[in-house]
């Protein structure tokens, strides 16, 4: 079946527009995430969904960073007033079955590929 | 401190070596534990769970040891193909918290 899609894969634009980018998460994954990957570094968690809720929005960098989910499905991360910092892979990943507790297939985190954005 | 620490390397090994690297985690609420493994300019591809008896698959062997908060990776006989960043992973209960360390750079050679 079909994985996790992100669009735009590539994405440049200029300091201050604002940007919106997509997560199609797989089919019946319940939860959904967004993390953010600079250039050699590791993986900065940004925000978690739960169906449509937000539980752990704690991962925003500042309040130009904001992310909706509608249907339990697609979600958009908008990044209003671009900086150059903003720079970075955007990766989604959802999960069937967070939180189980245990070490099991449920709680493996399918990425997406990503969106590079590019802050001139 | 960082949650899950890693050491970045790289590791340069020669084909066929053993390697092995660790991660730490400071919160003791940890419960879950992964190992994720990142191509260059791909995205991170679940390599294997961390069981607390150890688990292996094949060449890979990981190992928790919850007393000293710190899972590690070993790799037998590597390949060319295993060159990649190596990424430790732990959750907490909360399924929100899932937090990757910042990965190890594995690099084999001829």
């Known amino acids: 079946g079909a994985g996790v899609s992100q669009s735009p894969s590539n994405k440049v634009t200029e300091k201050g527009k604002d940007v919106e980018l997509r997560c199609d998460p797989i089919s019946g994954h319940t939860a959904l995430y967004w993390y953010r990957q600079s250039l050699g570094q590791g993986l900065e968690f940004l925000i978690y969904?739960?169906?449509?809720?937000?539980?752990?929005k704690s991962g925003l960098p500042s309040d130009r960073f904001s992310a909706e989910r509608t249907g339990g499905s697609v979600s958009t991360l908008t990044i209003q007033r671009t900086q150059q910092e903003d720079s970075a892979v955007y990766l989604c990943a959802s999960i069937q079955f967070p939180g189980q507790g245990l070490s099991s297939s449920y709680n493996e985190q399918f990425f997406g590929p990503g969106t590079r954005l590019t802050v001139l | 401190r960082k949650e899950v620490e890693q050491d970045p390397g790289p590791f340069n090994v020669p084909e066929g070596a053993t390697v092995a690297f660790n991660c730490t985690y400071s919160n003791s609420a940890s419960q879950s534990f992964f190992w994720y493994r990142q191509d260059c300019r791909k995205e991170p591809k679940l390599l294997m769970s961390v069981y607390s008896s150890g688990n292996e698959d094949g060449r890979f062997t990981a190992q928790l040891n919850r007393a000293s908060q710190y899972i590690s990776l070993l790799i037998r006989d590597s390949k060319l193909s295993d060159s990649a960043t190596y990424l430790c992973?732990?959750?907490?209960?909360?399924?929100?918290?899932?937090?990757f360390g910042s990965g190890t750079r594995l690099s084999i050679r001829p």
């Open positions: 969904f739960q169906g449509n809720s937000a539980p752990d």
């Open positions: 992973v732990v959750e907490r209960s909360s399924a929100s918290k899932i937090i």
